[in-house]
């Protein structure tokens, strides 16, 4: 472990002393290959992504419940004990010394008829992601959720946020990004093949994308490139074991800012500001977590009454939900019987819509669903 966190501080070094232009893009993108590897490596043991998660600490065993799945993650004594009991109503223990919480505590907040799971995890220190003060526990355990709000103090949250970031980027966690359309097919001979759909800015061309699969001794491909990407995302596709999450900055403690403070705090994007002692603007992170995970209510209707508005089936909109997805959502064998389903709401071209399977739903929709005949 110190053999391989030595090679990655002198690969940082060399990068950070490597003037950035055209001339150096070939060597950057070569470190960087090495830089991924061995950072793999030390997360996941020898070999890195193949090797799963056997020599690394695996995250806190709590079973998932609910339609999605949130994880609270910041610095110690930030207030996210105060934050989950204030949104669950759990109990998590809170003081003023840091480290309180040991372990995950979950809890389960309801709006909008969804059941969100909220998971208060310890806070993490700088070099989480090297196993410092169970940070790969923490951080495991937030890649399985749905979406991260970062806690963070607001009178120094610029300091927290950048560390944070960092040991978030170090355990393959990409915050509010995209999967880049990066195509890479390996064959058996022919070479490097290599594609350009759109012009390339950020350093990517054929020559760093043959020292890159070098390093990962790929000597055959076919490259397609259909966005502008760097090589930074280009080893993202290669290593293929990135989360791409969305994450929302929660500056806690505003009670302590003065008005012009909140103004400069203002200008940064992805954040809500509140105060989890005295309740303050909850409702707008609330509101904020349901657009930021996509959720779309489904009201069910059984033939002859009237919808059940009480107890909606929730699907996420960034997946497209079909017809079919719904019909699993609800039972897995429901779609061996499903004849066709009628539907109100946005998403029908005129009320009701007779419609299959692949029909698309939409937020509020009400579906009442018809079995084959003779079932």
Not at 19 to 34: C, I, R, S
Not at 62 to 90: A, E, H, M, Q
Not at 343 to 362: F, I, N, T, Y
Request: glycine residues 8%; neutral net charge.
């Amino acid at each position: 472990m110190a053999e391989i966190q030595a090679k990655i501080d002198v690969i940082e070094a060399e990068m950070a002393r490597t003037q950035k232009n055209k001339a150096t893009n070939f060597h950057l993108g070569q470190l960087k290959a090495k830089l991924a590897k061995l950072r793999s490596e030390l997360v996941n043991g020898p070999g890195g992504k193949s090797a799963g998660t056997k020599n690394s600490e695996r995250g806190f065993d709590v079973s998932k419940s609910g339609d999605t799945r949130i994880g609270l993650v910041g610095f110690p004594s930030v207030g996210k004990s105060t934050l989950l009991t204030t949104l669950t109503g759990t109990r998590s223990e809170a003081a003023a010394y840091e480290f309180t919480t040991l372990t995950c505590i979950p809890g389960t907040m309801n709006y909008k008829g969804a059941r969100i799971q909220v998971l208060d995890l310890p806070g993490i220190i700088e070099g989480a992601a090297d196993g410092k003060g169970r940070g790969r526990q923490v951080i495991s355990t937030a890649r399985t959720c749905n979406m991260i709000l970062v806690v963070l103090d607001a009178s120094k949250p610029l300091t927290h946020k950048k560390i944070i970031e960092s040991e978030l980027f170090g355990f393959g966690i990409r915050i509010n990004e995209t999967p880049p359309d990066v195509k890479i097919v390996r064959k058996e001979s022919g070479g490097i093949g290599y594609q350009e759909s759109t012009v390339q800015t950020k350093g990517m061309c054929l020559e760093v994308a043959r020292v890159v699969l070098k390093e990962y001794k790929i000597s055959c491909a076919e490259v397609i490139l259909r966005e502008d990407v760097s090589v930074d995302q280009f080893i993202d596709v290669l290593e293929g074991n990135r989360s791409y999450m969305p994450v929302l900055y929660v500056f806690n403690k505003i009670d302590s800012l003065t008005i012009e403070e909140l103004d400069i705090l203002d200008q940064m994007p992805n954040y809500v500001p509140i105060s989890s002692q005295h309740g303050w603007n909850i409702e707008e992170l609330m509101e904020s977590v349901w657009d930021r995970c996509n959720m779309l209510r489904i009201y069910t209707k059984p033939k002859g009454r009237e919808p059940d508005y009480d107890g909606p089936v929730i699907l996420h909109s960034a997946k497209s939900p079909t017809i079919e997805e719904f019909c699993n959502r609800l039972h897995k064998n429901i779609i061996n019987d499903f004849s066709h389903a009628i539907v109100w709401g946005k998403s029908a071209k005129h009320q009701p819509q007779r419609c299959g399977r692949d029909h698309v739903l939409e937020d509020e929709d009400i579906v009442q669903l018809c079995k084959k005949t003779g079932t």
